[in-house]
């Protein structure tokens, strides 16, 4: 761990380096104000199209990524991120149905349970995109995340790393 330790009295504009050890700590007259960790990031999307059953909340699954530095917090085996950093994750994830016009959502669910829902594009050419977003606490041991979708017409996602992903990233460890 690399720490920086300043007083109250520090010359404003001074930088400081951390020694690359790893998670960086940064404290004011020996009282922490901040860590900051190696915080995993990632953005998986789907390569082959998955069909989506009517009224049904279905798992997405994701299996190709842009990049991944979770060190396999992401499993593509079962298309679920068990982080082991607790901490507050931003969470995003987009599904693009085949055909437009079709009304859903997409949903962000935590430990197997809807947790946040998403919006949906009501009208239009564009009526085929679903989009959530959310802060999310993990616990770094149980907690688990997963994308499902809820359409109400039945379609195939659209494979294509810009329109069907799922990403996620540290935002403040716990």
Do not use: H
Not at 81 to 97: D, K, Q
Request: charged share 10%; hydrophobic share 35%.
């Amino acid at each position: 761990m690399a720490l920086i330790n300043t007083t109250t009295t520090g010359v404003l504009g001074s930088t400081f380096y951390g020694d690359g050890s790893g998670d960086l700590t940064v404290q004011q007259n020996g009282v922490t104000l901040n860590k900051i960790t190696s915080a995993p990031t990632f953005s998986y999307y789907q390569s082959s199209a998955q069909s989506v059953p009517v009224t049904t909340n279905t798992k997405i699954t994701f299996t190709s990524f842009d990049w991944d530095t979770t060190g396999g917090m992401y499993s593509t085996a079962n298309s679920r991120f068990t982080p082991t950093i607790a901490g507050y994750y931003t969470i995003n994830g987009a599904l693009t149905m085949s055909a437009s016009f079709c009304g859903g959502e997409a949903l962000i669910y935590k430990n197997g349970s809807n947790f946040k829902s998403g919006i949906g594009f009501a009208s239009g050419a564009y009526s085929n995109r679903f989009a959530v977003s959310g802060l999310v606490y993990c616990n770094g041991s149980t907690d688990y995340i997963e994308i499902f979708g809820y359409i109400t017409t039945a379609q195939a996602l659209s494979a294509a790393t810009a329109q069907t992903y799922f990403q996620a990233a540290l935002v403040r460890s716990a």
